[in-house]
C-alpha cells in the first residue's frame, strides 16, 4: 500500500499537458487498490519563488483546486490542499533547510536556469527544492509521481531524508519517484522541442484546459509539422508529427491507427482533444457557481492531513533537540 503526492504550481494556463501528465494520473490511482491514500497539492508556496500579483496567484489557486475537481479529483478518495494552508510544511522546511548544504542547492539545474535568465533571484528559489522536499516528507510519501524536469528534486528530497534518518534517527519515509506514465512529455504545438508549459509566453502552442472547441482547432491546425508529408511515429526527425500522435495516443488510451494526410490526423487530434476537455469545461463551469463548496473542500483536506503532518514535525523537532 502507498501514499501518493502530486503538486500544482498555481502559476496560471493549466493546460493539456498537466491534464495528461499529472491530473488523469492523479485520478487513476483513485481507483487503484495499491494506492492507500493520495494527495493532490496546490504548491501555492513554491509560486512565491518567483515575480507574482497576490490577486492573480489567490485566483489560480482557486483556479487549480476548480480544475482538478473538474478533471475528476475526488475529495473522498483525495486530500485536496494548498501547501501554504497546512503550517507545518513551512516548518519543516525551515527544519530541513538545516541539514541541506548551500552547494546542492545551488547545482540543481533548475535554480541555475530560472536564476540565470536574468532579473532578481529570490533566495526562495534557491530553496525552492527544499520545501519540495518538505511537502513530501511530511506526508510519509512513497510515490511521487515526477516528470523529467523534477527528478533531481526528488533526488534530493531522498537525499535529505536518508541523511537526517542515519544522523538523527529514523524519521522519515524515503520516497521513491514514480513515471507518471503515458503522457509524460506533451510538447509545444509551435516548437516541438520544448514541453508545453503554463509560462511560455506563445499561447498558441498550448491547449488550455478550458480553450473553447474553435480555439482547440485553430492550434492544432496550425501546430507545426514538416516538409516528410508521411505520417510516422519519429521523435528524432518529426517531433511535431510525433507529438500529434502522442496526444492522440494519450486522449484515447488506443494507439492511433495510420493516416494518409497531415490533415487527416490533425482533425483526429482535435476530435480526440474535444472529448476529453468537454467533459472537464462543464464540470468547471457548474463548479465555479459555489466557491463556498471549494473552500469547504480545501478545509476537509487540511483537516485530513494535519494530524500526520503535526506528528512529522513533532518527530522531526524531537530528533533535532529542539525543546517541547
Ligand atoms: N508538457 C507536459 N506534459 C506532461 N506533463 C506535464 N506537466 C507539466 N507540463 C507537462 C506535469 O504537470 C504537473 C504540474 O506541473 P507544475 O505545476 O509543477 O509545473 P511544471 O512542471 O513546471 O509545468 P509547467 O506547465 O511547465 O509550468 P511552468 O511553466 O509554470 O514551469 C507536474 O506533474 C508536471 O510534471
Redesign the pocket.
Known sequence: MTRRL?????????????L????RPLVAAQDDPATTDSIAMI?DL?ALTVEHDPQRLRANSLDVATLLLAAGVDPGRTALIANSQVPEHSELHYLLECVTGYGEAARMIQFKEKSAAGGPVRLSLLTYPVLMAADILLHDIDHV???D??SQHLELARDIAVRFNNRYGPTFTVPEAIR?GA??????LTDPTR??????VNPAG?IGLLDPPDVIRRKVSRAVTDTVGVVRHDPEGQPGVTNLLEILRACTGEEPGAFTSYGQLKREVTDAIEAVLAPVRARHAELSDDPGHLQKILAEGRARVRPRAEETVRKVRAALGLLD
Open positions: 502530486t503538486g500544482f504550481q498555481p502559476t496560471g494556463n493549466l493546460h493539456l499537458g498537466n495528461l501528465g499529472a491530473m504548491a513554491h509521481p515526477v516528470g524536469d523534477q507518471p503522457a509524460e512529455r506533451i510538447m509545444d514541453k508545453m508549459s503554463k509560462s511560455s498550448r
